[in-house]
């Protein structure tokens, strides 16, 4: 059975860092992308973020670039999100999700899902 | 980046009614790479249909997805309790992924 487990979240200041994780059992972790997608309370879905199977290539929202970094560890089947500069408007629900192939790029999309981590940007 | 529009932005219904939920994209989704996503409050997108028309692992077959280019659909043919719910449709086909706002089932 495919679960994916965030944590990390929390209440965090506007301009402040914090770091997400994903930990992924029931299927083979290194042979699929993963993403990141969030979902700001009572609204829509947003895709943040996404890594290919190796790790080589990454992708990032318009929203995010240059602020979020996505990372995974395949010693320990864990992918993370670490987020920097951190706006009131990032304040959202994070969930972790499973690609259906290798690569993280378009042509696949999400088969799994967690049950999220909610990050709280205020002062 | 392409945009998804659902349609309607609520839908009343009666359990054993059928469902018709609509999705419209702001230029054609290539290949047909949309996908329909069930969410339920307090849990996690699941999803129920991907490459517009094929229903995902364990998924019955109630639910069917159809549509190409700019419009799609996703039909409920005999609605069951459970199925009361918001339901999403993402294009997987450009960068970056893009999801609609969102279809809420309700019951009448």
């Known amino acids: 059975e495919v679960q994916l487990l965030e944590s990390g979240g929390g209440l965090v200041q506007p301009g402040g860092s914090l770091r997400l994780s994903c930990a992924a059992s029931g299927f083979t972790f290194s042979s699929y992308a993963m993403s990141w997608v969030r979902q700001a309370l009572g609204k829509g879905l947003e895709w943040v973020s996404s890594i290919s199977a190796s790790g080589t290539s990454t992708y990032y929202a318009d929203s995010v670039k240059g602020r979020f970094t996505i990372s995974r560890d395949k010693s320990k089947n864990t992918v993370y999100l670490q987020m920097n500069s951190l706006r009131a408007e990032d304040t959202a629900v994070y969930y972790c999700?499973?690609?259906?192939?290798?690569?993280?790029?378009?042509?696949?999309?999400?088969?799994?899902w967690g049950q999220g981590t909610l990050l709280t940007v205020s002062s | 980046e392409i945009v998804l529009t659902q349609s309607p932005g609520t839908l009343p219904l009666s359990p054993g009614e059928r469902a018709t939920l609509f999705c419209r994209a702001s230029?054609?989704?290539?290949?047909?790479?949309l996908a329909w996503y069930q969410q339920k409050p307090g849990q996690a997108p699941r999803l129920l249909i991907y490459?517009?028309?094929s229903r995902a692992t364990g998924i019955p077959d109630r639910f069917s997805g159809s549509g190409s280019g700019t419009d799609f659909t996703l039909t409920i043919s005999r609605l069951e309790p459970e199925d009361f719910a918001v339901y999403f449709c993402q294009q997987y086909g450009s960068s970056p992924y893009t999801f609609g706002q969102g279809t809420k089932l309700e019951i009448k």
């Open positions: 999700a499973k690609l259906t192939a290798w690569y993280g790029d378009t042509g696949t999309y999400f088969d799994y």
């Open positions: 490459g517009a028309s």
């Open positions: 230029q054609s989704v290539s290949s047909s790479y």
